[in-house]
Every structure is written in C-alpha cells, then in structure tokens.
C-alpha cells in the first residue's frame, strides 16, 4: 500500500514523519518489478523543478542502461528527497548533477552539487534520523536524509556521503539489481 504521492503538494514533514514510522516499523516492503532508470530520474527531476527551484540539473545516463528490477517508488522517494535537499542547501544557480550508471548487477545513483558542502566533523551523522547541521536554518524535520538511508537499506543497497574537493557533495547509492536489456513495451 503506497499512502502518499512523494510528488504531490503533502506537507513533506507529515510525509517525512509518516515515512520514518513506516521504516521503524517494518511496514514498508519493496515492490519489485521492472524500472527504466532513466525515465524514473526524468519524472523526478521534473517534480523537483515544479517546486521552482533556481539549481540548474544535469542528468548524465546513458540512453543504452538496462532495466533494472528495484521498488520504483522507494527509489523515486530517495532520488527526490536527494535532489530536495541539494536544492535547499545550495546557492541559486548551483549545478546539481544526477548520474546512473550500472555495474554488472549493482545500480549506481550519484548526486552530487558545487555547493558548499558538508562540514566535515558532522558528515557520519547526517544520516541520523533528526539530526539536523550545527548552522542550518530553521524548518524541516531531520529526517529526509535518514529515510533516503532507510530506504535504500530496505532495496539491500547502501548510501554514502562525501565532500568534493572542488566543492559540494556527493551522495552514492548502490544497490544490487537483476537488469535487462529487453526493453518493455508500454
């Protein structure tokens, strides 16, 4: 049972909440079928750009990438709640980038922008549900981040941080997938 749209205009601290109770529960169980990556991070990134956001977004996948058997909307859920956050901690006109790549059977998801990055000392914990930087400003919940962890744990993948050193942030996501190259007829 899927009870909210992540793109639809719910508050997202009452859906952040409602997500973490279903984590912490055990409720939530993937789905798995067949996704196209590739279309699942278009339709994400055009809900992420009806918010209005001033981040120009590159997506860098290449057209040829298998389907992959994932949970579409817990991935979907943790692509956007990436690309929230980066739009909410980076200046206007910052370069968010989305990459999907797959190796043998494990997807790949970076996102990665030139913002300012993450202080280094807080970075093990900005995974913690509630867990909030020293200096950001006030609103949200604390828990996009960690529900991005809890829902990739529940896809049996993982999730890391890193600063670059050119600027900004890069988050991975990996997680091991069946693919194929036999394209569904819609």
Not at 19 to 40: A, T, V
Not at 145 to 173: D, P, Q, W
Request: net charge negative.
């Amino acid at each position: 049972i899927r009870f909210c749209d992540w793109s639809s205009d719910v508050c997202s601290s009452d859906l952040n909440l409602l997500n973490m109770s279903r984590l912490e529960s055990g409720f939530i169980k993937p789905k798995i079928d067949w996704c196209d990556i590739s279309e699942l991070v278009y339709d994400t990134v055009k809900k992420i750009e009806e918010n209005k956001i001033t981040q120009k977004i590159s997506i860098n996948i290449n057209p040829n990438l298998p389907l992959v058997k994932t949970d579409k909307w817990l991935l979907g859920q943790i692509i956007y709640n990436l690309l929230n956050n980066a739009s909410l901690y980076t200046k206007p006109a910052s370069i968010i980038n989305v990459i999907a790549v797959i190796h043998t059977d494990i997807l790949q998801l970076i996102i990665e922008d030139n913002g300012n990055g993450f202080p280094p000392e807080e970075i093990e914990n900005v995974f913690d549900k509630f867990y909030r930087l020293k200096y950001s400003r006030a609103g949200g919940t604390g828990l996009g981040l960690s529900i991005v962890k809890g829902f990739t744990e529940v896809l049996k993948g993982n999730v890391s941080l890193e600063n670059i050193a050119t600027g900004g942030a890069r988050f991975t996501i990996e997680i091991p997938c069946e693919t194929s190259y036999l394209k569904v007829s819609s």
